[in-house]
């Protein structure tokens, strides 16, 4: 009977824990820069342990200093639905059940949505376990409720992978266009997008013709997709 109990209190410490220091970790990285990923350094061990020189190219930018263009061209490409849904788009996965249900052919639930993407590097690792999607879902609920669509916005365009060593608007640009992420033109913004599928495998620095086939479509869905709102608007209007 002690052992049960002390064996529930452990575990009671353990939720109480684990939900304190997730919760305390979105609320701080509401307002702090995010410097360093998971992926980040899974990359550099990667690298290491193929004896490789170890490449990081990553400097923090704030949204303002980020081409407007960029957040319209990875919604267009990425995510449409961004600002009005609440980090899951379960408009998508109804519709790719609908399709899967109508045809042969078997189309993915739903791709990873902006939020979903964001709280997976920031807080996660690479992988497809149910536990690793269980804590997306759980940590993509929370940014969605405690940060702006703003901030979701920027912390992704500081963070993702954009490159081999390459992570952030601010490093792709220069690296691979030789400017500041504030001066990317839309083309280049467009560009960077049609990468993000596979950044190892795509180079928006020497774009394939497949990448600037993706390029010109991103462009063109460009039109139908509104710029990121400022901070304080309403982002879903």
Known sequence: MFILKKIRSILKWMVVAFFGTTILSVVLLRFLPVYFTPLMFIRLVQQGGRGEEL???H?????????????QAVMASEDQRFLVHHGFDFKAIENAAKHNMRSGSKRKLGASTISQ????????WPGRTWVRKGLEAYFTALIELMWSKQRIMEVYLNSIEMGDGIYGADAVAERHFGCRASELTKGQCALIAATLPNPLKYDSGAPSPYVKRRKQRILREMRN???????GEDAAK
């Not at 400097?59 to 957040?71: A, C, K, Q």
């Not at 993407?117 to 996660?124: I, R, Y």
Request: a neutral charge; aromatic letters at 10%; glycine letters at 0%.
């Open 59 to 71: 400097r923090w930018v704030s949204l303002d200093d980020i081409s407007p263009y960029l957040p």
């Open 225 to 231: 997709v509104k710029m990121l709102p400022e901070e």
């Open 117 to 124: 993407q964001t709280a997976k590097n920031v807080f996660l």
């Open 55 to 57: 490449r990081l190219h």
